[in-house]
């Protein structure tokens, strides 16, 4: 029988994993933690826990962790101090810099680390590397819904509050599948909707949501754009508009109404199949029961439009006065822990700490840090790639984070990985991007051995704690970052003592958290802005005013098929996505229990599809896009359409990037995972 010894200490954090940000405290015992359990208290998650913040902690002491610094001669791994690997990747950076200019290097921040790290890679960027080629990876997932955010409402994050769930009288959950991505507030949303709220999912997947809402609206992949304008098109022809709001708060109504005339749920339904009077109907809610609130993941954001799909909802919420109150708002459900955090800190090529723009606030922080800055906009991670496929970025300095497994189209990825002259990885495991193309590895502690803060998806701070020693030589992003800026010649801008010291850095140069100290958050943490100490922070953003404008304006958003389309010869769509027991490409939760639970990646598949291929469960199936193919076991679930198909990408050996394309979101480069045209046949 398997016993874990009782913990003798509890230490209060928070959960590791996704954006809801639960506050749990670990349980150590002789150093190592054997139990976790939520707070009973804390605001984001009520004294509840999901799977994977209840068990999936074994990868702390995981046996393939990597705890002394690395690198690589001919191709073979050799074990160093840190001292010779801090030295060899100073004197690689220094010479890209040197021969190509410091615009040949790409720094890539990391949802995993703190928002202090995340502002010390970011400063490390700009001011030891000297370029604005630095990224995170929200680039993949949630930068649409932070452009849009930004460009219309005049700021780039959550509306409202998870507390505001249980005030909506309707929730609209628009391509995320919360029961298992964002488990506590998948089940906030259930509870609300048996509670009496009407519920609408729009989602190509008869997702856990979808099967208990009102309306369960099933565009095809790609389609988002249409529905959305045919929603408008039904608040405008049944004036269901809040005539009031719009007088007051809103530009470019008359405008939008012309626009919208021809979008009719007939026209909407052709291109995305949702049946009209559904469409009717789910407007009727949204504009009647209010307060509405809405709610999307990456189904909405991981689109050749995926910033035109999140404007075409901020119309939604404009035109039925859902903003700046109690119970509705736009809430992008962010998929990593501080994944915004990163963002938010400047892990960004165009802005600086605070989602400033650097045409903005470039002095200010040259003023702060005392160096001259770059002013050019940088690259993304994504454009970082196409700059390595061109032999014009020489260097990536990549932290926390698996780009060749997580990046879109795997092939042209590790094409461009390969052509690079220094790869410099920070992680705690020998990831796909340190195992096929790292020239040097740098070993880090994980969150439950340093303190910082992480930024949760209703814009809450929250502290992280240490409840156990660094293993083996590993040491913290923010020291790792600091050593390598002392060796670069920049001691004096990195000279940082503890994470409470960077963090008062950050509040002095951000303002909208000058009221959060660490011992203000020290319990329930603080939603920004908070610009004081007497400041109790913003739940509900908007309220008065927008952040850019008295009036928000409405965006007129023409529908753009994507390229990645059926045919003859690929006639299924695939969308991917994440499963209850795993996160992201399993670096963590790959070595914990959780893989006893679901131990392999597969491909969903609709009954009648699976019987006209004469596949069933189980069986092993060849899945080839234009771009690439893997193998992956059949599952037969009804929860998929008849001619589109669900694959998850937990699994790095299985690599599922290696099928997704070269198509990306037209403004902020986001590759669209959730279009992939596809054939299966049995391996
Ligand atoms: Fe962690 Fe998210 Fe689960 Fe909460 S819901 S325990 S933050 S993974």
Known sequence: AWHEPVPTEWTRTTCPYCGVGCKLEVGVAGDRIVATRPVIDAPSNKGHLCVKGRYAHGYVDAADRITVPKVRHDGRWRSTDWAEAITLAADGLRRVAAEH????????????????????????????????NVDCCARVCHTPSAAALKHMLGTGVATNSFDDIEQAKTLLVVGANPLENHPVVGARIRQQAQRGAHLIVIDPRRTGLARIADVHLAPRPGTNVPLLNSLAHV????????????????????????????????????LSGVPADAIRRAARLYALERPAMALHGLGLTEHLQGTQG??????????????????????????????????????????????????????RFEAAWGVALPHKPGLNAVTM????????????????????????????????LSKLDLVIVQDMFLNETANSFGHVFLPVVSSFEKDGTFMNSERRIQRVRRAVAPRGDSLSDAEVLCRLAGELGFGDQFRHTCAEAVWDEIRAVWPAVAGISYGRSSRHGLQWPCVDE??????????????????????????????ECTSEQYPFLLTTGRTLHHFNVGTMTGRTRQQLLRPTDTLDMHPYDAGQLDLRDDMPVRVESRHGEVVLPL?????????????????PARMLNRLTG???????????YKVVAVRVRLA
Request: net charge negative; proline share 5%.
């Open 385 to 416: 790639i196409d700059a390595a496929h061109a032999g014009k970025l020489k260097a990536l300095y990549v932290i926390g984070y698996d780009i060749f497994a997580s990046l879109a189209n795997a092939d042209v990825t590790a094409m461009a």
């Open 635 to 651: 599952r037969v679930s009804d929860a998929v359409a008849p001619g589109q198909l669900f694959a998850t990408f937990h699994d």
């Open 534 to 563: 007497y400041d109790p922070g913003t739940a509900v953003l908007h309220a008065r005013r927008f952040a850019n404008a008295d009036k928000a304006k409405l965006e007129q958003v023409d529908y753009r098929p994507t390229t």
């Open 101 to 132: 200019g410091p615009d040949a290097i790409g720094v890539l921040g990391s949802s995993r680390a703190t928002n202090e790290e995340n502002y010390l890679t970011q400063k490390f960027a700009r001011v030891v590397i000297g370029t604005n």
């Open 662 to 672: 070269p198509v990306r979101d037209t403004v902020t480069s986001a590759p669209e």
């Open 235 to 270: 608040l405008f022809a049944e004036d269901l508009v809040d005539r009031d709001f719009l007088a007051a708060r809103v530009e470019g109504v008359e405008g939008l109404a012309a626009f919208m005339a021809p979008w009719t749920p007939e026209r909407a339904t052709q």
């Open 310 to 363: 999140v404007m075409a909802l901020i119309d939604l919420a404009l035109l039925t006065g859902n903003l700046g109150r109690a119970g509705s708002g736009i809430n992008p459900l962010r998929g990593q822990n501080n994944v915004q955090g990163a963002a938010v800190m400047g892990c960004d090529p165009g802005t600086l700490t605070g989602s400033v723009r650097l045409v903005d606030a470039c002095q």
